[in-house]
Nanobody
Framework: QVQLVESGGGLVQAGGSLRLSCAAS????????MGWFRQAPGKERERVAG????????FYADSVKGRFTISRDNALNTVYLQMNSLKPEDTAVYYC????????????WGQGTQVTVSS
């Protein structure tokens, strides 16, 4: 069982930056594939960034490439999402997720943190 707790959301002006954190419980954190998702009102949830199992590769949605960076600190059991050059369309609830298998749905989800970007 993995428990995930996000933090770092807030209100920021367009062009600004935020760093989201996802603290995870569990002794095998480094083996999990991790992802950041977001869901805006009236829209489907989308994956914006992720690590494969063991951190061998990363994924970024086209909409955030060059602006967002995912990183992890296995010693702290924490995954980060650095978000730069934020746009109003980045406004959403951001969720951290984990899965213990290479492919398939994510098994564990955090409660989400709100990010609001004003124009």
């Amino acid at each position: 069982q993995v428990q995930l707790v996000e933090s770092g959301g807030g209100l920021v002006q367009a062009g600004g930056s935020l760093r989201l954190s996802c603290a995870a419980s569990g002794r095998t954190f480094s083996r999990y594939a991790m992802g950041w998702f977001r869901q805006a009102p009236g829209k489907e949830r989308e994956r914006v960034a992720g690590f494969s199992m063991n951190g061998g590769s990363t994924f970024y949605a086209d909409s955030v490439k060059g602006r967002f960076t995912i990183s992890r600190d296995n010693a702290l059991n924490t995954v980060y999402l650095q978000m730069n050059s934020l746009k109003p369309e980045d406004t959403a609830v951001y969720y951290c997720a984990a899965r213990g298998v290479p492919v398939g749905p994510y098994d564990y989800w955090g409660q989400g943190t709100q990010v609001t970007v004003s124009s």
